[in-house]
């Protein structure tokens, strides 16, 4: 069952901006952490990011570091990836999930069910 619905996906320019939502279909403190992952074409889908439930804590992989921010609207039940400066790089299908492992270093694999993701198109 199909657990998050994300959106705001678009074609941007290299250098331009991209805010991408993760709706949540229940309540997101239920989540211990909620994390984006990215598939790029021809590539395995990553983890690039992810939230905390209790306290907010973050972690960006190292290619996003800096570009990107995430946050949560807990009133609205959405976490929100902010990406800023985008590259070529960062094409590709974005999804969110639950993590059980989520900290400054690290995070961890999806888990529960996949929805179908966001679409990310960097080009000029």
């Known amino acids: 069952q199909v657990q998050f619905v994300e959106s705001g996906g678009d074609l941007a320019q290299p250098g331009g901006s991209l805010r991408l939502s993760c709706a949540a279909l229940?309540?997101?403190?239920?989540?211990?952490?909620i994390g984006w992952f990215r598939q790029a074409p021809g590539k395995e889908r990553e983890g690039i990011s992810c939230?905390?439930?209790?306290?907010?804590?973050?972690y960006y992989e190292d290619s996003v570091k800096g570009r990107f921010t995430l946050s949560r609207d807990v009133a609205k039940n959405t976490v929100i990836l902010e990406m800023r400066n985008l590259k070529s790089e960062d094409t590709g299908v974005y999804f969110c999930v639950a993590v059980l492992t989520c900290n400054p270093t690290t995070m961890g694999r999806g888990r529960g069910s996949w929805g179908q993701g966001t679409q990310v198109i960097v080009s000029s």
């Open positions: 229940s309540l997101t403190s239920r989540y211990y952490a």
């Open positions: 939230i905390k439930s209790s306290d907010g804590t973050t």
